[in-house]
């Protein structure tokens, strides 16, 4: 199992910036596909963005298009989530997941085995 942890989450007034980071415990992005997913208050977790584990194409959900971005350092083992114009919707806590490249893309929470604790994300208008 690898090991995720997130960071980077804080308070931001609307239309600010944030990065999040994903670092995992060891050599792991150039084998897994690599998403964020986020949870806002009563609701159900949803699909953000994600990479691949080799050729570095990235997909978003609508929502977030044109103002995140999904990038990985695999020197650092890390990836991360660069948040701009950030919206009051954007609230949520933030997870980083991993599914194995070789699987079929998917943007189902259920389907990635490895997961961060989180980190809270906070857009005030």
């Known amino acids: 199992q690898v090991q995720l942890v997130e960071s980077g989450g804080g308070l931001v007034q609307a239309g600010g910036s944030l990065r999040l980071s994903c670092a995992a415990s060891?050599?792991?992005?150039?084998?897994?596909?690599t998403a964020w997913f986020r949870q806002p208050p009563g609701k159900e977790r949803d699909f953000v963005a994600d990479?691949?584990?080799?050729?570095?194409?990235?997909n978003y959900a609508d929502s977030v298009k044109g103002r995140f971005t999904i990038s990985r350092d695999n020197a650092k083992n890390t990836v991360y989530l660069q948040m701009n114009s950030l919206k009051p919707e954007d609230t949520a806590v933030y997870y980083c997941?991993?599914?194995?490249?070789?699987?079929?893309?998917?943007?189902?929470?259920?389907?990635?085995?490895?997961w961060g604790q989180g980190t809270q994300v906070t857009v005030s208008s």
């Open positions: 997941a991993t599914r194995p490249k070789f699987l079929r893309p998917s943007r189902a929470p259920a389907d990635f085995g490895s």
């Open positions: 990479i691949s584990g080799t050729t570095d194409i990235t």
């Open positions: 060891r050599r792991t992005f150039d084998s897994y596909r």
